[in-house]
T-cell receptor
Framework: KQEVTQIPAALSVPEGENLVLNCSFT??????LQWFRQDPGKGLTSLLLIQSSQREQTSGRLNASLDKSSGRSTLYIAASQPGDSATYLCAVGVKPSGTYKYIFGTGTRLKVLA | EAGVTQFPSHSVIEKGQTVTLRCDPI?????LYWYRRVMGKEIKFLLHFVKESKQDESGMPNNRFLAERTGGTYSTLKVQPAELEDSGVYFC?????????????FGNGTRLTVT
């Protein structure tokens, strides 16, 4: 059974700092991995989608890496800003029984202090 | 393009009552998913539609939950009768065909409180 873990559960950093969020999964048989951001009371916003054959994806100040064999992904945020404060979720795409679905981690709550 | 829309945003009902949640996916997205997050837990898969067909409903908690997607457009999720443990945030998401290569687009969720 696929399990997704995110560490740390919460993180508080001063503005301008570079930071890394971690996601680990127990079964390397994944189709892809997606990082999301969730603001309070809002839905999930897709940040980056990495296919299983890819090693990383970049979008602006965000860089996500994927090491399928070790069951890990990291989300790197450069030069953090107060507007980056949100909960960050990773989800792995799996197809356990003929249909595709995402398995989510519990998220990392990030607070960037001005 | 308009995003995934969910209605209502909040619902407070008493145990034993019925509630129907609605989701309008992004136009042209054949794949529609329902997910749920209960307090302190991770977001969990409930079911998956491709157009009007249920592809996977393995995540539905029990037979008090009924999802429909008539005509392959909007979807409803009915809880009847509601129990206290059904409280949580219900998310709908959609994607184009070829889900393995498409990002998932989420709505803002419906926060359900059963008292």
């Amino acid at each position: 059974k696929q399990e997704v873990t995110q560490i740390p559960a919460a993180l508080s950093v001063p503005e301008g700092e570079n930071l890394v969020l971690n996601c680990s999964f127990t079964d390397s048989a994944i189709y892809n991995l997606q990082w999301f951001r969730q603001d309070p009371g809002k839905g999930l916003t897709s940040l980056l989608l990495i296919q299983s054959s890819q090693r990383e994806q970049t979008s602006g100040r965000l860089n996500a890496s994927l090491d399928k064999s070790s069951g890990r992904s990291t989300l790197y945020i450069a030069a953090s800003q107060p507007g980056d404060s949100a909960t960050y979720l990773c989800a792995v795409g799996v197809k356990p029984s003929g249909t595709y679905k995402y398995i989510f981690g519990t998220g990392t709550r990030l607070k960037v202090l001005a | 393009e308009a995003g995934v829309t969910q209605f209502p945003s909040h619902s407070v009902i008493e145990k034993g009552q019925t509630v129907t949640l609605r989701c309008d996916p992004i136009s042209g997205h054949d794949n529609l998913y329902w997910y749920r997050r209960v307090m302190g837990k991770e977001i969990k898969f409930l079911l998956h539609f491709v157009k009007e067909s249920k592809q996977d409903e393995s995540g539905m908690p029990n037979n008090r939950f009924l999802a429909e997607r008539t005509g392959g457009t909007y979807s409803t999720l009915k809880v009847q009768p509601a129990e206290l443990e059904d409280s949580g945030v219900y998310f709908c998401a959609s994607s184009r065909r070829g889900v393995a290569n498409s990002p998932l687009h989420f709505g803002n969720g419906t926060r359900l409180t059963v008292t």
